[in-house]
């Protein structure tokens, strides 16, 4: 499947899954208008502004209310127009043009132009801007040289502006599957007029964004117990097929209290935690609105490796090799989740019919509390200290809160070492990580399309989101050459090489391959849930 570059966003609906239930007995009438559907997000968003949300809850926020060139079909794979009706590309496939609907609009009735695209484009790639996904677009002829300050001259970045309605880009070598990348918030278009006039609270309300998807925001209470409300956008080219009239995203932390909030019919989607499972498995009432989700997230410790202990490899390999996986997805976890002696989850597509993890090792490494004091002793001498004084950052909810307790005994039973934990809410602990205001952090990572680079990637020394400091000559060259190369296998060799690097070094350690459990109110209709167990609204109804 894969015989071109890297950024292939291919099989992007590789998990998903299709809910057509029948209505349960359970649910009954309330208040709510049945075209409205309530989701609860969890998490707060930042910021609403595509080229500079990050994390779940930011793609989220976004994508509900904005729409690229492309969007995800229902199918695993399937890409289908968005804001351009149809595009072309050349025989080399280095060129793909693009061409725009005239009946594509923005929510204040201005026509949505080629030079939208283009001007988002250039904001993701401005140095200033600090795009966290800046990465995505790199396969543009010298945007990455651009965003890296290598050159200065935009016109010289493959991107071209034909007319009103036609968009071209021009890429550094060639790309079968561009498409499927314009799916992704970063590449999304932004009105250049309305940016000006709200520059510095632009993505901060819903009354400083102009709007292109299917609902536009129409009020944001941030915090927790806060709310986003969606209101179908009437200036939507495909409004007439969109069914649900409003959205709601709450935002409710506590596992409890949403699942409440579900039994109640207040909610109509939301995670739960295992430990919550049960109270659903044993109603018959309620059995049937659990939905087991692999999300090919991989989990990680990530160490500062600019802090005074975790800059000595030996400690951070230490810390790895001292904490019990099976333990940690067996006793805390509990919802399928599996163990991580690599970086790449089982599930990633490899080379032909092959998963990468079949392919090349399962197993990079392993647990060992007798060589993991060992590594901790001639680590702490190496840099004259006698114990390690050290906190581990997380965003505070139940189920962080036990993985870290797990962590932190593990380490005092193991190694002998006293951590503290630093709990904190989860836009802080972003922060927290772009800053490098921390000594190491629970952390996690998602993909972005089904292929071995949106993880591996991540720990490139030009990655924004690689917040842990660390860089390596010889990784970085074999992510450039898996990045460059229009042959897979040799892709995927690369890749493997450079994960060899990545666990030898071990700026992060690998601790779980997760998956998630959902609540699904069963007069859902049509939700799907698509790469990275992400919930699609598009087609989704209230019977």
């Not at 019919?353 to 001498?381: D, I, Q």
């Amino acid at each position: 499947m894969f015989k071109k570059r890297f950024f292939l966003f291919a099989s992007i609906s590789a998990l998903i899954f299709l809910i057509t239930c029948s209505c349960s007995k359970n649910n009954k009438n309330n208040d709510r208008k049945s075209s409205t559907l309530v989701f609860n997000m969890q998490e707060e968003s930042e910021t609403i502004d595509p080229q500079l949300v990050r994390g779940e809850t930011g793609i989220y926020a976004v994508s509900v209310c904005m729409e690229g060139l492309t969007r995800p079909g229902k199918k695993p794979g399937e890409i289908l127009p968005g804001v351009a009706k149809k595009w072309e590309v050349s025989k080399d496939e280095k060129t793909w043009t693009f061409y725009l609907r005239k009946n594509a609009f923005w929510s204040n009735g201005t026509p949505i132009t080629a030079m939208d695209f283009y001007f988002g484009w250039k904001r993701a790639l401005e140095p200033s801007t600090g795009s966290t996904y800046s990465a995505f677009l790199y396969l543009i002829k010298n945007a990455k040289k651009y965003n890296r300050g290598k050159i200065k001259n935009f016109s010289k970045v493959g991107l071209e502006v034909i007319n009103d309605y036609t968009f071209k880009v021009r890429l550094d070598s060639a790309c079968t599957y561009f498409p499927q990348l314009t799916v992704f918030p970063v590449t999304f278009p932004v009105n250049k007029t309305f940016y000006n006039k709200n520059k510095k609270k632009y993505g901060l309300s819903p009354y400083h964004m102009l709007y292109n998807g299917p609902w536009k925001m129409v009020s944001r209470i941030p915090g927790q117990g806060g709310m986003i409300k969606y209101r179908k956008n009437e200036y939507y080219w495909n409004i007439k097929n969109i069914k649900l009239d409003k959205l709601e995203f709450e935002i409710i932390k506590d596992d409890n209290t949403a699942a409440n909030l579900f039994m109640n019919n207040q909610i109509d989607i939301t995670r739960i935690l295992p430990d919550i499972v049960n109270r659903f498995k044993d109603n018959p009432n309620f059995n049937d609105n659990i939905h087991y989700i692999s999300d090919g997230a991989v989990w990680y410790i990530g160490f500062n490796t600019e802090n005074k202990f975790f800059k000595n490899r030996k400690i951070r390999k230490a810390f790895s090799m001292a904490i019990n996986r099976k333990i940690l997805c067996n006793k805390i976890r509990k919802d399928g989740s599996e163990p991580a002696y690599a970086l790449v989850p089982y599930n990633t597509i490899g080379d032909k019919n092959f998963t990468f993890r079949k392919e090349f090792s399962n197993k990079l490494f392993s647990e060992n509390n007798k060589k993991a004091r060992k590594l901790l002793e001639e680590g702490l001498k190496e840099i004259g200290a006698k114990h390690v004084q050290a906190r581990l950052l997380l965003n505070s909810n139940p189920q962080n809160t036990k993985i870290a307790l797990f962590i932190q005994e593990q380490l005092r039973k193991n190694l002998e070492v006293k951590i503290y934990l630093n709990q904190t809410t989860f836009k802080n602990r972003l922060q927290k990580m772009r800053q490098k205001n921390y000594d190491f952090v629970y952390a996690g990572w998602g993909p972005d399309y089904n292929d071995p680079m949106t993880y591996i990637n991540l720990f490139t020394s030009w990655n924004p989101n690689n917040n842990t400091s660390w860089s390596h000559e010889k990784y970085d060259e074999l992510v450039s050459l898996a990045a460059d190369s229009p042959e897979n296998r040799t892709r995927m060799k690369a890749m493997a090489e450079a994960e060899k690097i990545i666990i030898n070094e071990m700026p992060i350690a690998p601790l779980f391959f997760s998956s998630r459990v959902y609540l699904v109110n069963n007069h859902i209709k049509d939700l799907i849930f698509g790469l990275g167990g992400k919930p699609i609204f598009y087609w989704a109804y209230c019977n």
